[in-house]
């Protein structure tokens, strides 16, 4: 097809300003959809959404519209997932993009979020067609949005459209706009083929799908293909396009998006950014911009009842079926028994992780504080990254301890700036501009070691804030500083799965808090427990668990002995669920016992 | 050598019979009870009444006992009516022990003496509490003043064997008002006293009301206390702790609830009772109206019956023998089942024995007092 008359755009917004209501709009406007379809439609997408997992954004959409101008335009919406842990994939899906929609909140104006978003669309020489949605709420003020995107992002917003997607107003203009401001793509439709992978999923039935714009040439199927990066070869299988259901196509041409499936087993080897071409005629070089996704965070996952471990096993290996960004490797504890060893993108990747094996794979599991990947050098001079606390070498044996540092962003109105200024300098952070975007909106930059940030920074974040903080961050560079490993002892025994690495001035208050939690989360049991922090051989707090007193029901009534029978099963299923180390039992909310310091 | 409760494991049946109709819901019951209405009743002790002339089999029986809900709220002829049922469907010898329950407010000398009467032999009251600011707690409708009374009364109409039920760990309860409940208590002088700890249930009316009040309940180290003293002032009372929570003058335990600790047998008689009997368990229905209608239709009023597994009856003689400060022979359980409890056991009661939780000489498993406050860890190991 003519690539004149195709146009890619992705819509920009931070979570609840309206974004999946606009894509709604747009699907009923282009007949994509009817009305009465439309609620099923949408589910069946939720449910492919949920397989998929971790990328937490749809597949992209094939709209044909017909322009004021009486002529037929294909217009592509990639969506982008609203998540920092994910920050890679969103460039890739703007890579995808002539244009964006930057969609703001019109009572809620411009977050963290959608101020990072837009940053790496304008680095990705996307044009930015700015959208004030919400216009029929009370407290729209449109004006002091226009202001916001000028002042904050940076974008002149003298021609931003109004709308409201709940209403419906607006939409129709929103099109017409992306067809007369955003470029067709550009790309030599006789030039050898490169694809831009920028999504992929595991499907029980075809096998890996990935989702591609086609940047030069055309691909059809039978071709013999490339996937560059990894220097792995397929053939085309099948060639489709999402409008929204998944239609055959016999080529995908220049410029535009679409599904390819070609036998491919496993999602990690369809990498998210890899560039597809042809054996036959290959191109020169890559797109550019492909990088190997690293974990961020790592936190060890272990099951409850050991027996569970093959079960576990089995389940990690469906999952990562479907999320290539996700890493595990077995790990063996004193305290838990044998485990995986798991590395996430970020903590919300984390929790997804473990959602679905509780929910998919209905796994009961321990997970232990997650850590970042440290940077040792030891004194015969190798440098090597250690994802937990338990690999790091002896204090004797380390000439340098490095730690992952990030820029962070942070959004807030400015009634909550001191505390959460005081919250960064607690976080070990380093003040890198305060801006007073207008006298009640301020925009903190801070560089912050990114342990701190994965214990409960986020959490004490929205505290402070009343949730009106929005934040962003990166991984910029390495420190150096002054860590230790901290170990946690239960009566007397160190619980390999508590310890946890932490600044050296921090340690006593971390030491004596985290013991100080860990006496509310370990029931009284028949005898007195002593929980102690150590760095090293020298104790640093200390506390007990009163030996139970009481655990004992009179009533039996008119001889029901079932009853009686029931509560005891009840206290014994309750034990289960516990980890006995040595001979105390312990909740599996306390191995998170470091997470929640300080909430409270 | 003791021959006390535990050591003869009973296997004549006890009758219980429920009376589900109360004059006033207490706020931390939730037993199967409903409020009192004079017509439901008489067509519930009909219905009651038939039931016993379907399940009297002629076996030996040796206790009655009529709990509820408010038993005392039924007239003294219609309690003696239910007694003739039971002694024509059952085996009963003149020495059988008939227990009725009683509220302090529902009792006057007449009642008491057609009680007595009718053949009911020990009267046990829901006393609960001798401080009249925890009976206001409780929504209770007697006063600390009316339970003396009603006391006496009982005493002076002939009973000899009255036991009084008093609760522990009462919202605003400190130790020291507990101890004043159990020395009004040992003031009168019953002759069987139970000791409860107040377990409120998770949606009691209770619950709002201490929610209200922000009344709160004593530390689980108090609580301790509280059963250890109180027990303690029973001891020195001359009283003989033999299970739990009760407590006896020699020779005036409760032959109807021992049943219940020494894998005995009982029939349950009435909307929502229970029954045990030839390794059966089985409820009647709870509700009032459904039990009445079952009966007179000739359906059968019983639910949920369950035959138990020869483990399952062994794990139950064996927790709820361990309620007893006689303990659990071994040796009788060695016969009746065919397992060596200690062989099977005792490496997981090993911990318990060591800090004096449990004791053990070879032929009983016992549970010192500071053993019974704990008795639930220790039963837990028995559940397979």
């Known amino acids: 097809m003519d690539q004149a008359f195709i146009r890619n755009f992705s819509i920009i917004a931070h979570i609840d300003h309206g974004k999946s209501t606009l894509a709604d709009r747009f699907l009923e406007l282009t007949g994509a959809l009817q009305a009465r379809e439309m609620e099923a439609q949408v589910l069946d997408a939720m449910d492919l959404e949920r397989e998929r997992g971790i990328t937490i954004k749809a597949h992209p959409v094939r709209l044909n519209y017909t322009a004021k101008d009486g002529r037929q335009y294909v217009l592509n919406l990639i969506d982008t997932p609203g998540h920092v842990d994910f920050s890679y994939e969103v460039t890739r899906s703007l890579a995808a993009c002539e244009g964006a929609l930057l969609l703001v909140d019109a009572a809620q104006g411009v977050e963290a979020q959608t101020l990072a978003n837009a940053y790496l669309a304008v680095e990705n020489n996307l044009e930015i067609i700015p959208i004030i949605n919400k216009i029929d709420l009370p407290s729209a003020q449109p004006d002091e949005c226009k202001r916001q995107i000028e002042d904050i992002i940076g974008l002149d917003s003298s021609d931003a459209l109004l709308a409201s997607a709940k209403e419906g107003t607006g939409i129709a203009e929103i099109l017409e706009a992306v067809i007369d401001r955003f470029h067709p793509p550009a790309g030599d439709a006789e030039a050898p083929l490169k694809a831009l992978i920028f999504d992929s999923w595991y499907d029980a039935y075809r096998g890996v799908v990935i989702v591609v714009r086609v940047i030069d040439g055309v691909v059809r199927p039978k071709m013999k293909i490339r996937l560059m990066a990894l220097g792995q070869d397929y053939e085309v299988d099948q060639l489709g396009v999402f409008s929204p259901k998944a239609i055959p196509v016999t080529e995908l041409g220049v410029g535009e998006v679409g599904f390819i499936v070609a036998n491919i087993k496993r999602v990690s080897d369809a990498k998210i950014g890899d560039t597809i071409t042809e054996i036959a005629r290959p191109a020169q070089e890559a797109f550019p911009g492909f990088t190997e996704l690293k974990p961020m965070v790592f936190a060890g996952l272990y099951p409850v009842e050991g027996h569970q471990y093959a079960e576990l096993r089995e389940a990690l290996d469906k999952l990562r079926l479907n999320d290539a960004s996700f890493f595990y490797e077995p790990e063996t504890s004193v305290a838990l028994g044998f485990g995986f060893r798991c590395g996430f993108l970020g903590l919300l990747h984390m929790e997804i992780v473990q959602e679905r094996l509780e929910r998919e794979y209905d796994m009961d599991l321990v997970t232990t504080a997650p850590g970042v990947l440290y940077r040792v050098t030891t004194t015969d001079g190798v440098v090597q990254e250690i994802d937990s606390p338990a690999k790091l070498p002896d204090a004797g044996r380390i000439t340098k301890l490095e730690e992952p540092v990030i820029s962070a962003m942070i959004l807030t109105p400015s009634s909550h700036v001191g505390p959460i200024l005081q919250l960064c300098q607690d976080k070990r952070g380093v003040q890198k501009k305060l801006e007073y975007l207008k006298s009640d909106r301020v925009l903190i930059t801070y560089e912050l070691p990114f342990n701190e940030v994965v214990m409960d920074f986020y959490d004490r974040l929205k505290t402070i804030s009343r949730g009106y903080a929005s934040l962003d961050y990166h991984v910029t560079d390495y420190w150096e500083s002054p860590l230790v490993k901290m170990d946690i002892l239960v009566n007397g025994e160190p619980v390999d799965a508590l310890s946890i690495i932490v600044h050296r001035d921090a340690a006593y208050e971390r030491g004596r808090a985290l013991a100080a939690k860990m006496r509310e989360l370990i029931p009284r049991q028949m005898f007195e427990i002593a929980i102690q922090a150590s760095i090293g051989n020298r104790i640093i707090a200390r506390e007990s668990v009163k030996a139970m007193r009481k655990n004992v029901l009179a009533k039996c009534y008119g001889g029901d002995i079932s009853r009686k029978r029931k509560l005891l099963e009840k206290q014994k299923e309750g034990k289960k669920r516990m980890k006995r180390v040595g001979n105390v039992e312990i909740p599996q909310e306390a191995f998170l016992a470091v997470l929640k310091l300080g909430t409270d | ?384």
């Open chain 2, 1 to 384: 050598m003791d021959r006390g409760p535990g050591r003869v494991l009973a296997s004549v049946l006890g009758i219980y019979v429920h009376i589900p109709f109360c004059s006033a819901i207490c706020n931390y019951c939730n037993f199967n009870r409903g409020l009192f209405e004079p017509g439901l009743k008489e067509r519930y002790v009909s219905a009651l009444l038939t039931e016993i002339r379907q399940e009297g089999d002629g076996s030996r029986a040796d206790t009655i006992f009529f709990g509820g809900g408010t038993p005392s709220l039924l007239e003294p002829f219609e309690i003696e009516a239910v007694i003739d049922a039971c002694a024509e469907g059952w085996d009963l010898n003149g020495d059988t022990e008939i227990t009725l329950e009683a509220n302090p407010e529902t009792v006057t000398p007449e009642r008491l003496a057609g009680f007595r009467g009718a053949g009911v032999n020990r009267l046990s009251y829901g006393v609960q509490s001798f401080r009249d600011d925890e009976l206001v707690r409780l929504s209770r409708l007697h006063s600390s003043a009316k339970a003396a009374e009603a006391f006496a009364m009982a005493r002076a109409a002939g009973f000899d064997n009255i036991s009084l039920d008093l609760m522990m760990w009462l919202p605003q309860q400190a130790v020291s008002q507990w101890l004043e409940s159990v020395d009004a208590l040992i003031a009168l002088g019953p002759d069987h006293a139970s000791l409860y700890m107040l377990e409120i249930y998770p949606n009691a009316p209770l619950r709002d009301a201490m929610a209200r009040g922000r009344w709160s309940v004593a530390p689980e180290d108090d609580v301790a206390e509280m059963y250890l003293a109180g027990l303690g002032r029973m001891d020195s009372a001359g009283y003989e702790q033999y299970e739990i929570s009760n407590v006896a003058r020699p020779g005036r335990q409760a032959r109807h609830n021992l049943k219940y600790w020494t894998d005995g047998e009982w029939i349950g008689l009435g909307c929502g009772a229970h029954s045990t009997r030839s390794g059966t368990r089985w409820k009647n229905l709870s509700d009032t109206e459904d039990y009445i209608s079952a009966v007179e239709r000739g359906t059968p009023t019983a639910t949920d019956r369950r035959v138990l597994s020869a483990d399952q009856r062994l794990e139950d003689a064996l927790f709820t023998g361990l309620r007893l400060n006689a303990g659990l022979d071994v040796g009788i359980v060695r016969q009746r089942y065919g397992v060596d409890v200690w062989a099977r056991y005792g490496e997981q009661f090993q911990p318990f024995l060591d800090r004096g939780l449990l004791s053990y000489d070879g032929s009983s498993l016992r549970l010192p007092r500071e053993g019974m406050l704990v008795a639930h860890e220790m039963m837990a190991v028995f559940i397979g």
